[in-house]
């Protein structure tokens, strides 16, 4: 199945630990371009020091889900250079989120909700 063209993502995975019947939460950015732009993806890989690249025959696709890398190079990148789209508005969820985890708040129930919520109108769940 080839990946959709012309894409960029803030998104949350949320899922059960089956180690400690909990849930995990990771942030993951990515950009999702035509595959003849792949050089552009290696030279943003390159830039930001980070993240994986995957190609298909029509796509290609730059992700970034490590934690410490959200954290030191995407989140700086995005608040130097503001996003001026309505992606922005994802880009400003995703960093409330971020928030959260980084103050622990997705090991509580309650935290854990927070998440979810703000999850739910980032990127197609969000009514402009």
Request: glycine letters at 4%; proline letters at 1%.
């Amino acid at each position: 199945m080839a990946l959709q063209t012309h894409k960029v993502v803030f998104f949350v995975n949320i899922r059960s630990n089956r180690k400690n019947n909990g849930t995990w939460v990771s942030l993951v950015f990515s950009l999702v371009q035509n595959s003849r732009d792949i050089f552009l993806f290696e030279r943003i890989k390159a830039f930001l020091g980070c993240g994986n690249i995957f190609k298909d025959k029509s796509a290609v696709k730059f992700r970034v889900d490590k934690f410490s890398s959200i954290e030191e190079k995407v989140l700086p990148f995005f608040k130097d250079y503001l996003l001026q789209t309505n992606k922005s508005r994802d880009f400003v969820d995703f960093c409330k989120i971020y928030d959260l985890i980084k103050n622990k708040a997705n090991l509580t129930q309650e935290g854990l909700q927070k998440i979810i919520n703000i999850k739910i109108s980032i990127n197609t769940g969000r009514k402009y």
